[in-house]
Nanobody, 121 residues
Framework: QPHFVESGGGLVQPGGSLRLSCAAS????????IGWFRQAPGTERLKVGC???????EIADSVKGRFIISRDNAENTAFLEMNDLKPEDTAVYYC???????????????WGQGTQVTVSS
């Protein structure tokens, strides 16, 4: 069953950094745009950014200048580098795919189990 496996989350102090990985299993992610999303308790899932098949990234204004999206097709993995983390970045982070980067979350598929990021002192 094709799916993603997210990893790299954890507990980090404000101002710290984490690098999340999104590994594709049983399919080749180079043919797809990869979106990153996050969901804090009691809130809706929001899009953090996306990287298209031509490596064009897009980043939400809320994290612009701090988060970087990349992909390594040879490793079949996408990445979310998070810097200068803030308590409001605390959430479960997910990745998913679609044929191109779009705003509508419901179009993305192969959601993984997510990885918890907690920013706290």
């Amino acid at each position: 069953q094709p799916h993603f496996v997210e990893s790299g989350g954890g507990l980090v102090q404000p101002g710290g950094s984490l690098r999340l990985s999104c590994a594709a299993s049983e399919f080749n992610l180079e043919h797809y745009a990869i979106g990153w999303f996050r969901q804090a308790p009691g809130t809706e899932r929001l899009k953090v950014g996306c990287i298209d098949t031509d490596n064009t990234p897009e980043i939400a204004d809320s994290v612009k200048g701090r988060f970087i999206i990349s992909r390594d097709n040879a490793e079949n993995t996408a990445f979310l580098e998070m810097n200068d983390l803030k308590p409001e970045d605390t959430a479960v982070y997910y990745c998913a795919k679609y044929v191109r980067c779009v705003r509508t979350l419901e179009l993305y598929e192969f959601w993984g189990q997510g990885t918890q990021v907690t920013v706290s002192s």
